[in-house]
């Protein structure tokens, strides 16, 4: 786990977490996961990494004051989805609404509007206390193998 402090603010994140989960249907599956900080700073890392992305996990900061910056964060995910031919509305997503635990935060309703217009899975975290990362792990994880899955 690396630390980045900022004058702003601390962000902890895995560069990189392998993880090899057995076999499924016959195909061995290896999850290679990678985060990126939401800063504006780190913009080409961010493309870089969605290059070869199956899946996203977008971690929305629940703060009221933080609502323009998830709303760009958002269109820019949007926008760079949508020059790389992924169509957004299919693409394996999942919205983590962290920091749920500070006292001037939104309600999920407003997050719901303003950034899970195609009403992809969400759900509730806490990260600092490892509340609601592995979910949302597992809710990425099953996202994405349903969209390998040929319809039977």
Not at 19 to 47: K, N, S
Not at 99 to 110: C, G, N, T, V
Request: net charge neutral; hydrophobic share 40%; aromatic share 8%.
């Amino acid at each position: 786990m690396l630390c980045l402090d900022t004058q702003i603010e601390r962000t902890l994140y895995f560069d990189l977490l392998p993880l090899d989960l057995g076999t499924v249907h016959g195909f061995t599956l290896h999850f290679q996961l990678f985060t990126v900080p939401g800063q504006i700073l780190y913009q080409h890392t961010r493309l870089s990494v969605l290059k070869g992305a199956d899946c996203v996990i977008f971690v929305a900061d629940s703060q009221r004051s933080k609502l323009q910056e998830n709303i760009e964060s958002w269109n820019e995910l949007h926008e760079q989805l949508r020059r790389m031919h992924k169509e957004v509305s299919v693409f394996p997503l999942v919205m983590q609404w962290n920091k749920r635990d500070l006292p001037d935060i939104l309600p999920l309703s407003a997050l719901q509007k303003y950034l899970n217009p195609y009403r992809v899975p969400s759900l509730e975290s806490v990260a600092v206390a490892g509340k609601g990362v592995m979910e949302s792990l597992q809710m990425g994880i099953n996202a994405t193998l349903r969209k390998l899955t040929p319809p039977q």
